[in-house]
């Protein structure tokens, strides 16, 4: 019914940047808040940060300055913007966001299904 896609994961040299961009589709009435959460191999998944409906950002202190969370809110749409990177960036990122689809009265989480990220030269 509901749908998180995420994209833009690639291979890219240390320093480089992405842009990684997470779509909901489905019965969407609203949207509150939507993160990124990674996971490197061998550790538990982490939040990297978090935007609300009303636009504050939540960030994880080793990202903070590199990466920028924003979102479109007529799109249903999440981005981050990821600059400076660093092989321990290194993860699948995922997308979560608090959805309350049509006909219903209470906001659940999604998540999307992980896109890769890898910092290497």
């Known amino acids: 019914q509901v749908q998180l896609v995420e994209s833009g994961g690639d291979l890219v040299q240390p320093g480089g940047s992405l842009r990684l961009s997470c779509a909901a589709s489905g019965s969407i009435f609203s949207i509150n808040a939507m993160g990124w959460y990674r996971q490197a191999p061998g550790k538990q998944r982490e939040l990297v940060a978090e935007?609300?409906?009303?636009?504050?950002?939540l960030y994880a202190d080793s990202v903070k300055g590199r990466f920028t969370i924003s979102r479109d809110n007529a799109k249903n749409t999440g981005y981050l913007q990821m600059n400076s990177l660093k092989p321990e960036d290194t993860a699948v990122y995922y997308c979560k966001a608090g959805i309350r689809t049509s006909g219903s009265y209470y906001f659940r989480p999604y998540w999307g299904q992980g896109t890769q990220v890898t910092v290497s030269s």
């Open positions: 935007i609300t409906n009303g636009g504050t950002t």
